[in-house]
């Protein structure tokens, strides 16, 4: 094993959805980090800097570098239009629902809070906040932020993530240091985040 992260329940380990899953199991991860509410419990960035890694190992992973970041960013972007549109047809029940196990009022506050303080901006700010960037797509669908505002934001933040964490990943991963610490690299990713 390359890689062995202690940073959440094993199988949200980020290598062992790649070597299970593949590429298809990134583009959903990231899809559904970015798109759907109950994707902020998912690794997205850890799951991006480790494909990068794999990338460039040749481990799981045999994609161009290119073809990784272009299909990334797609999966980041679309899982995006998904929130803005759910946001958008349910936001105001969504802002009444109860706390649940997996739902919570806070998360959505934060995001709000967030999308307020930073307005159209937040769209690409929130892509590197976990949990805000699951939420965020929401609140702007819900406030009827305007479309092709929020198009252009989110293609902007989708690609600089999807593309910026994975070529890190990449490049990092060749550095004999972070191999040899990826643990601690991935810990330390988290935290930043």
Avoid at 27 to 36: I, K, N, R, T, Y
Wanted: glycine share 12%.
């Amino acid at each position: 094993r390359m890689i062995t992260t202690s940073l959440g329940p094993s199988y949200l380990d980020p290598e062992r959805l790649i070597s299970t899953f593949g590429l298809i199991g990134i583009l959903v991860v990231v899809f559904a980090e970015s798109g759907l509410l109950v994707g902020f419990v998912l690794p997205g960035d850890s799951l991006l800097f480790t494909a990068g890694l794999l990338v460039a190992g040749g481990t799981y992973l045999h994609q161009p570098l290119w073809l990784m970041c272009l299909l990334v960013s797609i999966a980041a972007v679309a899982g995006d239009q998904f929130g803005y549109a759910f946001g958008r047809r349910f936001g105001p029940a969504l802002f009444r629902r109860p706390d649940s196990r997996l739902f919570k009022q806070e998360n959505l506050t934060r995001a709000r809070e967030f999308f307020a303080r930073y307005g159209a901006r937040s769209i690409v700010l929130a892509r590197f906040v976990p949990i805000v960037r699951t939420f965020t797509p929401v609140v702007a669908g819900a406030s009827h932020m305007h479309y092709r505002t929020f198009l252009v934001y989110n293609a902007i933040g989708g690609t600089l993530w999807g593309c910026g964490v994975t070529t890190l990943g990449y490049f990092l991963g060749q550095v004999r240091f972070v191999k040899s610490n990826i643990e601690l690299i991935l810990i330390g990713i988290v935290v930043v985040s």
